[in-house]
Nanobody, 115 residues
């Protein structure tokens, strides 16, 4: 019903930047909430950032000041600008969309930060 496709992951050195994108397609309704979660091997999935329809963001304390979440409702796309990346940011990043019909997840994009 809803498909989420992430892109923009890759391998960067510590201190570098990446911009993740998540494009939603299918039966998309407004209002909806979108967000980014990440999961490293052996660790639980954790919230990175989320954003509502009106654009109000919410961040994990570990990324606040370094990451910026935004959305373009005309494109049904959410972005995550990641600056000052650290090795601890290495994880698979998953996009999530929540609307009245349910919660939907993307397959994820890998972010690897080297020292």
């Amino acid at each position: 019903q809803v498909r989420l496709v992430e892109s923009g992951g890759g391998l960067v050195q510590a201190g570098g930047s990446l911009r993740l994108s998540c494009a939603a397609s299918g039966s998309i309704f407004i209002p909806n909430d979108m967000g980014w979660y990440r999961q490293a091997p052996g660790k639980l999935r954790e919230l990175v950032a989320s954003i509502g329809r009106t654009g109000r963001p919410d961040y994990s304390e570990t990324v606040k000041g370094r990451f910026t979440i935004s959305r373009d409702n005309t494109k049904n796309t959410v972005y995550l600008q990641m600056n000052s990346l650290e090795p601890e940011d290495t994880a698979t990043y998953h996009c999530k969309l929540s609307q009245f019909s349910g919660i939907y997840w993307g397959q994820g994009t890998q972010v690897t930060v080297s020292s």
